[in-house]
């Protein structure tokens, strides 16, 4: 047997003689609602019934219908909910949610038009099969089940349906794209082809005249200046470890160039804005001098007196670069570092994440303390929170351990002895 159901209890408050009672709508708010009823039997009366009446015009909703309000920020009960809980949805997420609902879920009518309270598992798992036969990709399928599974769960959690039909449902599996970790004399080698690409653009841009008729610079005069940049982020982004967002977000007075400390505060969290790194776990790291010194060369390139409040890795005015601006950089220049045979022409996946998966590999390889590791990536696990509370109590041995990390780094990736310039261009 089911759970009995439950009903809100009426009140009559001291300056009436009618039942009132509240409610949580198909909104995700809070609504009072009057029973026009003095006693309370009746008023338990009119409850039960209003209540079987909104449950009733639920289990007629369609898929579709019911769904309608779902992966909006202002409308969503499994977003408002969680939010009110104090767990973590970002608006990315919702977005890209919404976007599978409108183009691939609710334009199966087989699925979106069943009434939501009519649905089976396998109702699902047909929606599956015709995804995977239509020629969707394995791993975009798995996230519009995924998104139509968070409806049910939320609808179940509501006592909008009785059972979740979305439950036991699982991803099918498929062969992921691994990230791929370059060796420590790649990472070198790419380092120095850095150096050699820049040099290569500022020469093209001696002499060359703007492409319009008044503009104060030339496109090559402005790839020189943006090479500088492109650098000293690839370099921090090796060298460092630090998420994509993290860099992002990375401001001037957060990094001492003299001494290296850096601090990692905040983390762009694309439509949520800025905001505290994954776990809300700010930390200090050490810059090895491999980036430390591109950071102060694409500082010395900027006019006048930079204020600490713009973005290190942003435009020459200091205005933050984009999640695509950051990605098509290093993809842009992993191309050309292949097309050049600095590095060889393989699978490997080089992105963003890809270089914090180079530093742990390398790191802990190099024989760097795996707890060290954990604490400079800003990893949350018991280990690295253990170290966290001992070092926040020593904060002059912290700060030594983590020097030491960026000591470690400069030695991994130096450049390949012996090697020419001409030899990584």
Known sequence: MGAKKKYPEPYRREDSKVYYFVYTGKDGKRHKQSTGETGKEKAREFIRSFMDKQDAKSSQLTFAEYAASYYLPETCPHFIRYRQEGKSIGLNHLRTCRSLLEKHILTDAAFSNTPVAELRRGDLLDFRSRMLKSGMGTNTVNKCVSAIKTILSEACFRDDIDSNPGAQVGNIKYEKKERGVLAPEEVGKLLAFLSVRTERLQRLAVGAEPVKPGAKTSRKAMNATLALRDEAMIAFLFCTGVRAGELRALRWSS???????????????????????????????????????????????????????????????????????????????????????????????????AARHTLNTNLLAAGVAPLLVQSFLGWSSTEARILTRVQEAYTHLSLLRVDDVAKAVDQMYAPPKGATKSELA
Do not use: M
Not at 272 to 299: M, N, S
Not at 307 to 330: A, C, K
């Open 255 to 353: 990094v001492d160039l003299k001494t290296g400390r850096c601090r990692i505060i905040e983390a762009d969290k694309g439509l949520d804005g800025l905001g505290k790194p994954k776990w809300d776990k700010t930390r200090d790291i050490f810059i090895a001098r491999l980036a430390l010194d591109r950071i102060q060369t694409w500082k010395d390139s900027l006019a006048g007196p930079v204020p600490g409040d713009h973005f290190i890795f942003g435009t020459p005015d200091g205005e933050r670069i984009g999640y695509e601006g950051l990605h098509n950089v290093l993809e842009a220049i992993i191309e050309e570092a292949r097309e050049e045979d600095v590095l060889p022409e393989d699978e490997r996946w080089i992105s963003c994440h």
